[in-house]
């Protein structure tokens, strides 16, 4: 049996598993017996990130070759991001005002909300130079990383054959940690079955029918993103189908679903582009580790739907340019969150604070945030992936045409 096929067995008898545990009253059974083992697949999974992260975007950069290609991906890379990302906070509000989730809600009397306070965009802007990058591997700070590999990889191509040993070690590094990631991979069937039982046991119906609604919309918005915008990007631009593209990046889709991390499962996302997707791994290594970390259209669609849910439910009306706001504001927001699992509940705070939303409304949102978190993080890597196709095909494309040119001339 394939292993995408395994893994997607995995996710659905957990989902009845984890439906019955909750009905039979077994909740502690999937928390303490079952959990754990999931969160051991998810620490297998984290291992690798850092390294990897590290190691193929030092290749991915130096091996671009010249600097002048490396700011021509960056570019395309970056406009691909910021542009679909704001596509996102623009669907999730205009399907939030038009659901209206929040305006038959009945307000619960002394809601309270303690959240950590995101940093301002300032501050995360100063915040991506590392001062010591062996902390910020340390600390797992992703943008402070890929700052620092973008620098070595670039150094390294301007050193030239001096250089080429170091590029040679993180080559093979690189590859030593594909292969970690293939073994994990294995235990993903399993991995995410104890991931998503006690998700489903602890969240039964119960917890969900008062806030269908919102669910409703945060998961109708990704599925709607994911057929309008990446039909456009991935089959217009990088002249792929919609259904290999999909079948491709099944796998990864599974294990984001059920890890609510796309900086963990950034290992599968390269793993499903290069081999399913026949991305190459020159493109692969450099857009997938950017955008895992800071291209998120789930948690821009997310922050979009709940700001207007909030703004329903305590009967506030947002106007135009309020709304505009929270477009640029969440485009923003979603960059500096970090792909780790309630990220974008935390930033969240940042767009709701732009346009003057009480905070305590996170309060409604905190006791379902994991099941959006879900749907969330799989249209994250799924835009990360869309990337990567069109990036890759618009390289192809332009070196075909250089060949052609050459070989006309000669
Ligand atoms: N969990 C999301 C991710 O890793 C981030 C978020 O919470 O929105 O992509």
């Known amino acids: 049996m394939k292993l995408s096929t395994k893994i997607l067995i995995g996710l659905i008898s957990g989902v009845i598993v984890g439906l019955i545990l909750g009905a039979v009253g077994a909740v502690g059974f999937a928390t303490n017996i079952i959990k754990p083992f999931g969160s051991m697949f998810l620490n297998l999974i984290k291992m690798i990130i850092v390294p990897l992260v590290f190691a193929s975007l030092v290749v991915g950069a130096s091996s671009v070759g010249d600097v002048s290609k490396l700011g021509r991906m960056g570019g395309k890379t970056i406009v691909y991001y910021l542009v679909t990302t704001a596509f996102a906070v623009t669907i999730g509000i205009i399907l939030a005002n038009i659901i209206q989730p929040g305006s038959s809600m009945q307000l619960a009397e002394g809601l309270t909300f303690e959240g950590k306070e995101a940093p301002g965009i300032v501050e ?13 591997m340390a600390d797992g700070k992703m943008l402070q990383i890929i700052v620092f590999a973008l620098f070595v990889g670039v150094a390294i191509t301007l050193v030239g054959k001096k250089a080429e040993q170091v590029k040679g070690f993180f080559d093979g590094f690189a590859e030593v940690m594909y292969k970690i990631t293939a073994i994990v991979m294995e235990l993903a069937p399993y991995g995410v079955f104890a991931l998503i039982v006690p998700v489903v046991a602890e969240n039964g119906p119960s917890v969900l029918l008062p806030l269908l609604k919102i669910i409703l919309v945060v998961y109708l ?50 793993k499903c582009a290069e081999d399913n997707l026949g991305v190459s791994k020159e493109t692969a290594s450099f857009v997938l580790p950017l955008g895992a970390t800071i291209n998120m259209d ?7 739907a709940c700001a207007i849910f909030i703004a329903q439910v305590y009967g506030l009306d947002l106007t135009l340019g309020q709304q505009l706001t929270v477009v640029l504001t969440g ?20 767009v709701l604070k732009s346009v003057g939303l009480p905070l305590e409304g996170l309060a409604l949102i905190a ?14 890597i799924t835009g990360d992936s869309s990337c990567a196709v069109v990036v890759d095909a618009s390289e192809k494309r332009r070196e075909a045409q250089i060949n052609t040119d050459a070989g006309v001339s000669s």
Request: with cysteine.
């Open 221 to 270: 918005g990704c599925l709607l993103h994911a057929l309008i915008v990446y039909s456009f990007t991935v089959k217009g631009l990088g002249k792929m189908s919609l259904k290999d593209f999909y079948k491709g990046i099944l796998p990864a889709q599974v294990v984001a679903f059920s890890t609510c991390s796309s900086s963990g499962t950034l290992p599968v996302t390269m």
């Open 331 to 350: 485009t923003l927001a979603s960059i500096g969150a970090a792909g780790v699992p309630g990220a974008g509940l935390i930033i969240l705070t940042m």
């Open 298 to 304: 789930g948690s821009a669609l997310y922050q979009g």
């Open 367 to 380: 006791g379902i945030d994991r099941v959006l978190d879900m749907a969330r993080t799989t249209l994250n």
């Open 124 to 136: 995360t802007i100063l915040n991506i130079v590392p001062k010591n990058p062996i902390a910020a």
